[in-house]
C-alpha cells in the first residue's frame, strides 16, 4: 500500500495489514469491523466474478447495497488460487501480513495449498482465523451451514417465536454476524498475545453453531436448572414477568420488569399500588406462573393509552418500556444520530455501518466505500501477471 494511504489509516489497529480470503457474510463482517478500526484489508476476490454477495440484492446503480455496507474500507484484489502463479502472489502478501480470515467449507484451503500449516511456513507469526458452520473437527465438519442452519442446529430456533406459530430465525442472519465479531475479538486478542507474549503463528477456529449456542444464557440455565429444554414463549421473558410486549391504543408496547422495585415502581404507574399485594404477583417467580393473569391486569390499562404515552410515564418513573421501532424509524432516531449508527460519507451515496464501539469517545469507522473489483491490482499484483477466470471455489 502507498504511504498516502497508509497515513489515512487511524485507530487501535492501524499498522495491523489482514489478507480477506473470505466471503459473504461472516467473514467480511469480521474484516470489516477491523478496517473500522484501522486495520489495511486486502480482500482477495475470485476473477470477473468478486464475491458471490456483490450479486445479492438490493442494488444502487447496479452496485450491491449489500456487499458495500460489509466491506467498506477495504482493496480488492482479483486472484484465481487454483493458480500457481497467483498463490505465489499471495504467499508474498502474507509475509507481509498480520492476519489471514477465511471461511471456506473445511479442507478447502488445504486442497488449494492456502492452509494454516501451509501459510505459516510463509510468515511464522501469522494470525489465522478460519470461520465455519461446524468448526474444523466436527463430525459435521463438510456439511454446508447457511445461517438459518446455524440458528435451527443451536437450539436458537426452538426458543424464538409463539407456540402458535412454531420456530421461528431472528430477523437478521445473527449467527453469520456473531461469528464474525467473535473472530474479530478472537483474532485482537492473538494479536495482544503476540506482542504480550512472543507467540508465534496461531490458529482461530470459529464455528457458527458453537457461537449461538454459547450465548444462549437464559435458555441454558433454564435447561440445567429443570433437566427439560426451554421452549417458545413469544416475546415473553421465560423467567421475568412483567417482560414482554402489550396491546396499546395504536401499537404494542414493550415492558421489560425484572425487580421488585421496579415492579412496584410499575404498578404505581398503573395507579394500582396495592397490586403487588395480590399473592399471584408476590415476587417474579409467582408472576411468570401467573403471566396470563397479569397481561390482563396490564393490558385494561395500557389499551387506554397510546404507545407513546405509556412510554412517557414508565420512563419517567425509570421502568424500562419502548415502541417497537422498524429499521427506518431506529436509524433515524436521535439516539442513532448522537451514536453515530450511520456514518454519511460527502459523496451523498449510501450512509456505511461501522462498528458501535467509542474508544475515547470516538468511534473509529472508515471513510471509503467498499472497492470495485480488482480496483487494487495494480497495488498488490506484479503488472506482469494477469489472472484468468476462475470458478467460484465450493
Not at 490458529?203 to 435447561?223: E, F, H, K, P, R
Request: charged letters at 20%; one cysteine or more.
Amino acid at each position: 500500500m502507498n504511504m498516502q494511504l497508509q497515513q489515512k489509516r487511524q485507530g487501535p489497529l492501524s499498522g495491523i495489514k489482514v489478507i480477506d480470503l473470505s466471503r459473504v457474510l461472516a467473514g467480511p463482517y469480521c474484516t470489516g469491523m477491523m478496517a473500522d478500526l484501522g486495520a489495511e484489508v486486502i480482500k482477495i476476490e475470485v476473477p470477473d466474478h468478486g464475491d458471490d454477495s456483490r450479486h445479492l440484492g438490493p442494488f444502487i446503480d447496479g452496485e450491491s447495497v449489500y456487499y458495500g455496507l460489509i466491506n467498506r474500507g477495504k482493496r480488492s484484489i482479483e486472484l484465481d488460487l487454483k493458480s500457481d502463479a497467483d498463490r505465489e502472489i499471495l504467499y508474498q502478501l502474507v509475509k507481509e501480513s498480520d492476519v489471514v480470515v477465511e471461511n471456506f467449507r473445511p479442507g478447502v484451503t488445504a486442497r488449494l495449498g492456502i492452509d494454516f500449516e501451509s501459510l505459516k511456513q510463509h510468515n511464522p507469526t501469522l494470525i489465522y482465523a478460519s470461520i465455519s458452520g461446524f468448526g474444523q473437527d466436527s463430525p459435521l465438519a463438510n456439511c454446508p451451514a447457511y445461517d438459518i442452519v446455524a440458528q435451527a442446529m443451536s437450539g436458537l430456533m426452538s426458543v424464538t417465536g409463539f407456540p402458535q406459530t412454531g420456530p421461528t430465525r431472528s430477523g437478521e442472519s445473527i449467527g453469520d454476524v456473531c461469528a464474525g465479531m467473535f473472530a474479530s475479538w478472537a483474532i485482537s486478542s492473538a494479536l495482544f498475545a503476540r506482542e504480550a507474549h512472543q507467540e508465534s503463528a496461531q490458529y482461530i477456529d470459529v464455528a457458527m453453531v458453537d457461537v449461538l449456542l454459547s450465548m444462549q444464557l437464559t435458555g441454558l440455565s433454564n435447561l440445567f436448572a429443570n433437566g427439560e429444554a426451554p421452549s417458545l414463549v413469544g416475546n415473553r421473558h421465560p423467567v421475568s414477568t412483567p417482560f414482554d410486549t402489550y396491546q396499546a391504543q395504536d401499537g404494542l408496547v414493550v415492558i421489560a420488569i425484572a425487580s421488585e422495585k421496579l415492579f412496584q415502581r410499575f404498578c404505581e404507574c398503573m395507579g394500582q399500588p396495592t397490586l403487588r399485594d395480590d399473592p399471584r404477583y408476590k415476587d417474579d417467580p409467582t408472576r411468570t406462573i401467573y403471566h396470563a393473569d397479569l397481561r390482563k391486569e396490564i393490558e385494561q390499562w395500557t389499551a387506554q393509552k397510546t404507545v407513546e404515552q405509556v412510554c412517557d410515564l414508565l420512563l419517567n418513573a425509570g421502568v424500562p418500556a419502548s415502541p417497537i421501532h422498524n429499521l427506518q424509524q431506529a436509524t433515524q432516531s436521535e439516539h442513532a444520530k448522537v451514536r453515530q449508527i450511520l456514518i454519511d460519507l460527502n459523496d451523498g451515496g449510501t450512509p456505511l455501518i461501522s462498528q458501535p464501539v467509542f474508544f475515547n469517545g470516538r468511534k473509529p469507522h472508515v471513510t471509503q466505500r467498499a472497492p470495485h473489483l480488482g480496483e487494487a491490482n495494480q497495488v498488490y499484483k506484479p503488472s506482469t501477471i494477469t489472472t484468468k477466470n476462475a470458478e467460484t471455489i465450493q
